[in-house]
C-alpha cells in the first residue's frame, strides 16, 4: 500500500505552492515528519478561550504565513478547519514586520514589541520574549533559531547580533534582522493573546496562495472531521447555525445547542422517587439561561428528552438536600432539572400552535435529532465545497 508521502510524492509539486489537507492535527505532523513539508497547525485553543495559544504553534503558523507571503514555493499540510481559521491578513502581516538595519532609527521599540505580541522577561531565552538592559534589547522573533541582540545609541541601532539563549555569548553579527509579530491579532491594548478567535480582518490561509494545487488525503475523514469539530465548537461556545430551512415543525435553531456530548445528572420522576443518572462531567456553577427569559406554560427543550411545557421552579428535598429544580412537563412525566444544568435547556422559538409535547425518552425526538444533524453535516459539506469552488482552486482527491 503506498503511503501518504510516496503518494504525495508522486505528484509533480516541484515549484509549485500546495495545499494538502488531511483528517486530523496528527496526520499532518506524521506527514511533515520528514521535514519536505510545512505544517500549518490549528490553534491549540478555542476562540474567545480565555488562554493564550502556546508559542510552539503561534511560531509556526506565522512562519507558514511568512513563507507564503514572500511567495516560496512550499507544500502545506493542513487540516480543513485550521485551513478555514480567520488569520491576521497578508497586508497586516507585512505592515506589523520590521526589517531592521544597522543605523536605522527606531522611535518606541518597546511599544512595537508589546504590539506584536512579545512579553518581557528579565533574560531571553525562549521565543517570543524580550529583554532591555539600558541600551541592549533582546528579543527572540520566531522564524529564528537563537535570539537576536540590538545594541542602541539613542534610537539608532549600532550593532546586530544573534546570540546563544543558553550562555548567552555571541554567536554571530548580522547587518540585518527581519522581526515578525507573533500573534495574528494585533490589538493597540496589548490583550489579543486572550482573545486568538478575533482577528482585524475576515483572511484566511487561502488569501497567501496564488494559484495552489489542493490535495485531498482521505476526502471522506477530511470533512467528517471538519463537521466534528465545528459541531463541538458550536456546542461549547453556543454559536448559532444561520439560514438553514425548517426540517420539520421544530425549527433547526432549536436543535443548534442542543448537540453537547457529555451526559449530565437529572432527575425525572412522576412521584416523589428521584431517579439519578450517572454524570459524566463536573457540574456548572452558573447556568447559561436566564430563568427570568422563561414564563410558566411556555414551551421548552431539553437536549434529551424533546418539548415540554415549564411548570416553574420548585425546591425539591432529597438525599442531596433542598435543592431547586426547573419543571418541565411532559407528556407522560414530569422533569426535574437543578438548575445547574440550565444549559441544557432552550426557549422554544417556532410556531407553538401545531406542537405537541414529547413524551420522556421519545425515540421521536431521538430521531428528529440525528435527521437535523445529517442534515447539517451535509449543508457544511456543501458549503465547504461551494467555498473552495468560488475561490477557483483545483482539488485532487485520493
Not at 94 to 114: F, N, Q, W
Not at 323 to 335: H, Q, T
Not at 377 to 394: A, F, G, T
Request: hydrophobic share 35%.
Amino acid at each position: 500500500m503506498m503511503r501518504k508521502h510516496e503518494f504525495l510524492e508522486s505528484f509533480d509539486l516541484k515549484g509549485k505552492i500546495a495545499i494538502v489537507l488531511v483528517p486530523t492535527e496528527r496526520d499532518a505532523i506524521k506527514l511533515c515528519q520528514g521535514g519536505k513539508f510545512e505544517h500549518f497547525p490549528a490553534p491549540d485553543v478555542l476562540p474567545f478561550e480565555e488562554f493564550p495559544v502556546s508559542f510552539n504553534v503561534r511560531k509556526r503558523r506565522i512562519e507558514v504565513l511568512w513563507k507564503l507571503l514572500k511567495g516560496e514555493k512550499v507544500v502545506v499540510v493542513t487540516t480543513l478547519y485550521s485551513f478555514t481559521r480567520k488569520t491576521i491578513s497578508p497586508n497586516d502581516l507585512m505592515s506589523y514586520t520590521l526589517k531592521l538595519r544597522k543605523g536605522a532609527h527606531v522611535e518606541d521599540p518597546i511599544h512595537l514589541l508589546l504590539l506584536m505580541g512579545y512579553e518581557r522577561t528579565y533574560i531571553v531565552r525562549e521565543g517570543g520574549e524580550y529583554a532591555i538592559r539600558g541600551e541592549i534589547v533582546d528579543l527572540f522573533p520566531p522564524i529564528y533559531k537563537n535570539p537576536v541582540r540590538l545594541d542602541f545609541f539613542e534610537n539608532e541601532i549600532e550593532d546586530i547580533r544573534f546570540f546563544d539563549p543558553m550562555t548567552q555569548r555571541t554567536i554571530e553579527k548580522s547587518s540585518e534582522v527581519t522581526i515578525l509579530p507573533i500573534r495574528e491579532y494585533i490589538s493597540e491594548n496589548h490583550d489579543a493573546d486572550t482573545l486568538p478567535g478575533k482577528y482585524g480582518s475576515n483572511s484566511s490561509l487561502l488569501e497567501y496562495l496564488k494559484d495552489p494545487s489542493v490535495i485531498f488525503v482521505n476526502k471522506e475523514d477530511v470533512f467528517k472531521e471538519y463537521v466534528k469539530i465545528e459541531r463541538e465548537m458550536k456546542d461549547i461556545l453556543g454559536f448559532k447555525y444561520e439560514e438553514y430551512k425548517r426540517l420539520s415543525s421544530i425549527p433547526l435553531s432549536t436543535f443548534e445547542k442542543l448537540f453537547e456530548k457529555a451526559e449530565e445528572i437529572e432527575y425525572s420522576f412522576e412521584t416523589r422517587e428521584i431517579y439519578t443518572l450517572p454524570s459524566k462531567k463536573k457540574e456548572k456553577t452558573v447556568p447559561i439561561l436566564d430563568i427570568e427569559d422563561i414564563e410558566v406554560g411556555e414551551l421548552v427543550v431539553h437536549k434529551d428528552h424533546g418539548i415540554g411545557i415549564f411548570q416553574g421552579i420548585e425546591k425539591v428535598e432529597s438525599a442531596l438536600g433542598v435543592r431547586e429544580y426547573f419543571k418541565i412537563k411532559y407528556e407522560d412525566a414530569n422533569l426535574y432539572v437543578p438548575v445547574e444544568r440550565l444549559d441544557r435547556i432552550h426557549k422554544y422559538i417556532g410556531d407553538s400552535s401545531e406542537i405537541s409535547i414529547n413524551k420522556l425518552n421519545d425515540k421521536r425526538w431521538k430521531r428528529t435529532v440525528k435527521r437535523v444533524r445529517e442534515d447539517i453535516e451535509r449543508r457544511i459539506r456543501e458549503l465547504i465545497e461551494l467555498y473552495l469552488k468560488r475561490q477557483e482552486v483545483r482539488g485532487l482527491s485520493l
